[in-house]
């Protein structure tokens, strides 16, 4: 099953980030992906393939 996601969607990750969040939002695509934490507001680029394998689920839709 293919997860369907876009730009500006609230995703949530298999791992929470350290600050204790789950919530990222995708600021970047491209060959890789920059997510931005909702709690602490730290950003992190992640390979696209990388990405898809630890994505959970979209929270939020963009659109």
């Known amino acids: 099953m293919k997860k369907t996601y876009q ?18 939002k995708v600021i970047r695509m ?7 934490c ?3 507001e730290h950003s992190v680029l ?5 990405f898809e394998t630890k994505l959970k689920r979209v929270i939020q839709s963009a659109d």
Not at 30 to 36: E, F, L, N, T, V
Not at 46 to 50: A, D, E, F, I, S
């Open 7 to 24: 730009l500006n969607d609230i995703v949530e990750m298999k791992k929470p980030h350290p600050c204790g969040e789950n919530r990222w």
């Open 30 to 36: 491209g060959m890789d992906i920059r997510i931005k």
């Open 38 to 40: 909702q709690g602490c």
């Open 46 to 50: 992640v390979p696209r393939k990388k």
